[in-house]
Structures are given as structure tokens and as C-alpha cells.
């Protein structure tokens, strides 16, 4: 009657963990019980099962960059840290902002061995409406500065777009930083080569001016807003119920800092801020910030190895965002609920990704095994992505020890998922099957 049925596993259900057996068919949960019988068992004794991450902000530069990362890599990390779904964002090469090239993106992720949404790119003469109906997540990021993939837009680019986004019912993720304050302070920085000098070239007024700015544009089109990576405790201000945003794990966990430690190997947009800024997103968490998400972002070092103002922006994260949270709930930082609440429930939530995110009846069978008294040092050559390098060398973190994306095991130690084994999952404005 059953596939396969989980035995002996503490689950986390309903806000907290419990002892209970899970039954799956189909890729699917199709029971969960005291006591289920069944011919095939799977022994889970010593695991908590957690849903699988739903990480709504990664960067995996296929087509087009894919030396940095592609498809399966990228996927494969996602798998060895317990990320069982991806939302992709379209600064790739082409971008993807019309039909063609989101096709082209489709087969790319043909090499996913994890389940992804594909998000819209918003740069003047973007297809909004059809990408929409053709099943993307979400528009976005849309970048109100200057980042990579020379994706910007201008105010009234900015203000146009939100009107039709709003009209779509779609969501807009919004890159908050502000151009101009970039620019004015870049210009006084000219000639510094010292790499903390960046956090200096892009200061918290510059997310908090862009993010009023997106909210006063959202408010007069109706548009819901999304804020990516927000970094900075001005910023958290503006946040309320109809404002989500997500934090990074390196917003979290690194700071001006670790300048002296990484070089140029921590500039990333928004870039590292203080410990205070630090401090106001840990709060956060407890209210305002609905989703972590990594923004993994993979650039190889011999790109990131240069000076500060020729470097990329960007650091990997997918495989590393659960395991270091992990650590943080085993160091009383926050809550297990908390975590899945930000990793898994909400992410799959406001993005509408159907049947992710949380363990019941109906749902896929996206879990993820872990043994929470495993803590580990990271290491970047236990990474999967092509990066090769990771900017929390050394912390310690709690590693799944099995992933399963709708059933299948993809991840169990090693990397098992088959290639393109990952399903896109459409977003709530699909009509066009392409
Ligand atoms: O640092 C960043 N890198 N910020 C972004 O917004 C884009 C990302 C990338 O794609 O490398
Ligand atoms: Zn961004």
C-alpha cells in the first residue's frame, strides 16, 4: 500500500517534534501514525526529519556561467545541505527576462537533481505578463543598483514594472540599494585599496533609501513586495505584514570584521555590515524577517582573488545555510521552529511553491536526516559547488545526513540524486505549458 515507510524517526510536525512513523507513496507523505504497517522500512532511529529546505534566493549562473556553477553542481550542493527546493533568480547569461530565454533556462535546470521555481528578470522590454503565465516564481531580484548582470533599473522603469506586477497578482523581490548614494560615496573612495573600504562604498542609507523608495513605489502601484538579503537594522524598520524579506546567513554570521579574514573574498551586495546591524537581525528573525534564504552566489577564486573594486560580489551559500542554522539553534540562538518556520514553511508560503515546505499528509516527501549532536568544522573542500571555496571556513555547522526530494534519496553522504531528476515547480500565474 505503501512505498516506503519511515521507522523510529523524531519528525518535526505541527511546530515541534514528535515521535511518529511516515508513510510515503508516490513521492508523496501519504500517512503519518503511531504505528504504520508496511513491507518496505526505511530505519530513521537517531535522525530528526526536518521538511527540506525551500531556498528562495540562489544564483546558479546556468546558461551562460556555468565555470562559476551549473545546474547539477549547484543542485548537488543544495542536496548535501538538506535544500530540497531552489528558486533560481535571472541574472544569468542570457537573462531571463522573455519566453526564449526562460526556455533556455528550463533546459538547463534539466541537470537539477532538486526541485526548482525560475524566477523573472525586470529590466526595460522584460515579457512580464507571458513569463507569468508561463509558470515563473516570482520578479526579481530587480536590481535598483548596479550589481552583477548589469540588470538595473531606474525609477521609472521601477515604478512601471511594479504596476505590472501588481496587475499579474505576482511578487516583486526587490535588490534594495540605492544608486545614488553608491555612486557618491564610491566617488570618495577612489584610489583605497583596502578591502573594508567596500562596506564604506555602500552604507546602510543606501538600503534604507532604496527600500522606502520600493515601498513608496508599491504602495501607489499595489504591488506586494518582497525584500532579498536584507542587511541592515534601518532597513528592518520598514519591514510589516505587508513587506516580507529574507536574510542571508551571511548577514547573519560574518561582519566588517571579517574583512581582515577574507580580503576580497567577502564582498558581496548588500556587503558586510556591523555587529550591531548583526545584533538587529538576529531580533529580527523573532518577527519581522519570514524567510532565510542563502543568495548563494558562486564566483571561483580566481575571479574573487583580485582587488577589492575588481572582484565580483557574491559568496556561496546553499550548502552551508541549514548546517550553520542548525549550529545556531544547537547554541540557543533561536528556535528549532524558528528555522523551519524561516527555511521551509515560510518560503514555500509566500512564493506559492505547492506541496513544499512542511511535513503532512499530501504534501512531497522532501525531508531532510539529521543527527543534531554531529557538529562539524566546514570545509571548503567538502563543498559541491564550483566555487571551491566557502566564506565560513572553519565554523561549525550540523550537516544533513540524508536528503530525500519527493521520496527519492538524493543525498545520503554522498551526492546519489540522478541528474534532472529535479522538477520545476510552477508559480501560481501558470497557464502557458512550455
Ligand atoms: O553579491 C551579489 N552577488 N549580490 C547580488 O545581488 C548578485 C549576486 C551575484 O549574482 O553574484
Ligand atoms: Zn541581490
Not at 515507510?5 to 505541527?14: E, R, T
Not at 512580464?128 to 536590481?143: H, K, M, Q, V
Not at 515601498?215 to 510589516?240: V, W
Not at 549532536?373 to 566555487?387: F, G, L, Q, R, T
Request: glycine content about 8%.
Amino acid at each position: 500500500m505503501f512505498d516506503v515507510v519511515l521507522k523510529n524517526a523524531k519528525l518535526f510536525l505541527d511546530g515541534e517534534v514528535r515521535e511518529a512513523e511516515l508513510a510515503i507513496t508516490d513521492g508523496r507523505i501519504s500517512k503519518i501514525a503511531k504505528d504504520i504497517r508496511a513491507d518496505d522500512i526505511l530505519d530513521a532511529r537517531g535522525s530528526l526529519v526536518l521538511p527540506g529546505v525551500v531556498d528562495v534566493h540562489v544564483h546558479f549562473r546556468d546558461p551562460g556561467m556555468t565555470h562559476k556553477e551549473d545546474w547539477y553542481s549547484g543542485s548537488s550542493a543544495a542536496a548535501a545541505g538538506g535544500v530540497t527546493t531552489v528558486v533560481d533568480h535571472p541574472n544569468t547569461t542570457p537573462p531571463t527576462t522573455t519566453l526564449k530565454s526562460f526556455r533556455v533556462k528550463l533546459k538547463a535546470a534539466r541537470k537539477s537533481i532538486v526541485d526548482f521555481g525560475i524566477n523573472a528578470g525586470v529590466v526595460e522590454g522584460a515579457q512580464l505578463e507571458t513569463l507569468w503565465r508561463a509558470g515563473i516564481t516570482a520578479f526579481g531580484e530587480i536590481y535598483m543598483a548596479e550589481s552583477m548582470g548589469k540588470m538595473c533599473v531606474d525609477d521609472d522603469a521601477l515604478s512601471n514594472a511594479l504596476k505590472t506586477i501588481a496587475q499579474l497578482g505576482g511578487i516583486a523581490c526587490i535588490h534594495a540599494e540605492d544608486e545614488r548614494v553608491i555612486k557618491e560615496r564610491t566617488r570618495k573612495l577612489v584610489g583605497k585599496t583596502d578591502p573594508s573600504v567596500y562596506s564604506a562604498s555602500r552604507p546602510n542609507e543606501s538600503e534604507k533609501d532604496a527600500i522606502a523608495k520600493a515601498i513608496r513605489f508599491a504602495n501607489t502601484a499595489r504591488c506586494k513586495l518582497h525584500i532579498c538579503h536584507i542587511s541592515t537594522r534601518e532597513g528592518l524598520r520598514f519591514m510589516s505584514k505587508n513587506v516580507t524579506c529574507e536574510v542571508a546567513p551571511h548577514h547573519l554570521l560574518l561582519t566588517e570584521k571579517d574583512w581582515n579574514r577574507l580580503g576580497s573574498l567577502g564582498k558581496v551586495n548588500p556587503p558586510l555590515r556591523s555587529e550591531e546591524d548583526k545584533r538587529a537581525l538576529w531580533a529580527g528573525l523573532q518577527n519581522r524577517i519570514g524567510i532565510i534564504a542563502s543568495d548563494h552566489a558562486p564566483h571561483i577564486l580566481e575571479e574573487k582573488e583580485q582587488d577589492i573594486w575588481s572582484a565580483p560580489p557574491g559568496v556561496p551559500g546553499v550548502e552551508t545555510s541549514l548546517p550553520l542554522m542548525l549550529h545556531a539553534v544547537k547554541a540557543g540562538h533561536i528556535s528549532l521552529q524558528c528555522l523551519v518556520g524561516r527555511m521551509a514553511i515560510n518560503p514555500a508560503r509566500v512564493f506559492g511553491l505547492n506541496g513544499k515546505g512542511d511535513i503532512k499528509v499530501g504534501n512531497d516527501a522532501d525531508l531532510v536526516f539529521i543527527d543534531p549532536k554531529d557538529v562539524k568544522p566546514i570545509k571548503a573542500e567538502n563543498m559541491h559547488s564550483k566555487a571551491g571555496w566557502t566564506p565560513f571556513e572553519g565554523m561549525h555547522a550540523i550537516f544533513p545526513k540524508m536528503t530525500m526530494v519527493r521520496g527519492a534519496i538524493v543525498y545520503d553522504g554522498e551526492v546519489v540524486g540522478e541528474k534532472g531528476y529535479g522538477r520545476f515547480i510552477p508559480g501560481r500565474g501558470r497557464q502557458i505549458y512550455i
